[in-house]
């Protein structure tokens, strides 16, 4: 079975370790509520198990990357266990880049306890206040400045308990009405999204995860960013990062096949594949891959090896240590 397929950062089905079975290794994994437990007495204690169970299985040459999507807010799989947590735009408007840095790193501490090593979060887009934006209070500030001082601080706070965090949405969704999980959404003017993009350039680096989005721009038409290299790692701004495309089962990048979606999302300069809804989905980008000439894979697999390599070891858990922090978050929602 090629080495490639430790590109794929895969969602999955199942709750239980031994239930988890793929048709490859995949180098990252992504849980969504369907993997969790909703009982806040069993179920963070089951989520380490499968994930531990999951580490022995595909992390003994490299850690397995094991992420989730935790902003708080309305994009919080982990509420059926810890509540009602504000968002984004919440902290910074309540408290500023301190209040920020203590939201990301209350989030780390417990991710960390349940086994995770990667939260695709914060997001770094602007906020414009149109009621169908897909956004919304996810984001921070309608200003770039403002918007950079918050992810950054929330970064800081999180990368702080050796959780990874992730820029999103690259260049910045900032002004689209379209949901990218349905269709493309659009910025047909170019001075829009040197506005949104100007959020990521004092966050990002060679070694940051950032997250791009299925955006089609002035430069990038007719494809999204996310499949197009001059808005990737030849983009404009010369931002650098550890690449990757939204959920490349996203109705924004339907409209390639499989093998268009992968070629271009590795000649883009990507160092990831995320494929996280169907056995379908991630089975087919898999054998996609498969397809595609060594030339075009090896050195991203390089790249997300060496990031494997240094990703920091899960924090112990007890239900002691869980219920602490329950605690400690609760009473933070409470007064934010």
């Known amino acids: 079975m090629t080495q490639a397929h430790q590109l794929l950062w895969t969602g999955f089905h199942g709750l239980d370790a031994l239930e988890v079975a793929f048709p490859f290794t995949p180098g990252g994994v992504v849980l969504f509520a369907r993997n969790l437990d909703p009982d806040p007495e069993v179920g963070p204690a089951r989520c380490r198990a499968l994930l531990d169970g999951l580490q022995a ?8 990357a094991v992420a989730i999507d935790q902003e708080g807010g309305r994009v919080s799989r982990l509420r059926p266990w810890v509540g009602a947590t504000p968002p984004l735009r919440r902290i910074w408007t309540g408290g500023g880049a301190a209040a920020c840095e203590a939201w990301g790193r209350l989030w780390g501490e417990g991710l960390s306890l349940l086994g995770f090593n990667v939260d695709f979060a914060p997001v770094a887009d602007l906020w414009d206040g149109h009621p169908d934006a897909g956004i919304g209070d996810r984001a921070a500030s309608t200003d770039p400045v403002e918007a950079a001082a918050a992810a950054g601080a929330f970064l800081h706070g999180l990368e702080a308990t050796g959780v990874r965090g992730c820029l999103k949405h ?3 969704l900032g002004g689209t009405t379209l949901d990218s999980h349905l269709g493309l959404p659009e910025l047909p003017e170019a001075a829009q999204v040197e506005r949104n993009a100007a959020a990521f350039i004092p966050l990002a680096h060679a070694d940051r995860l950032v997250m791009v989005a299925h955006l089609r721009t002035p430069a990038s038409a007719p494809l999204p960013a996310s499949l197009h290299r ?6 404009p701004w010369g931002i650098q990062g550890r690449f990757l495309p939204d ?3 996203m109705g924004g990048c339907a409209d390639w096949n499989w093998e268009e979606r992968v070629r271009l999302c590795l000649e883009a300069g990507h160092q990831w594949l995320l494929v996280c809804q169907t056995p379908e989905g991630w089975t087919a980008c898999a054998e996609a891959l498969e397809r595609l000439p060594e030339s075009l894979w090896q ?3 390089q ?3 060496t990031m494997r390599g240094n990703l920091a070891p899960a924090a112990p858990f007890t239900p002691q240590a869980w219920r602490s922090w329950l605690e400690r978050l609760q009473a ?3 007064q934010t």
């Open 230 to 235: 001059g808005s990737v790692v030849a983009n």
């Open 170 to 172: 690259f260049p910045g």
């Open 299 to 301: 050195s991203p697999l």
């Open 57 to 64: 299985r595909h992390g003994q040459a490299w850690p397995l």
């Open 303 to 305: 790249a997300t090896r």
């Open 332 to 334: 933070a929602a409470e």
């Open 247 to 249: 959920d490349l089962e």
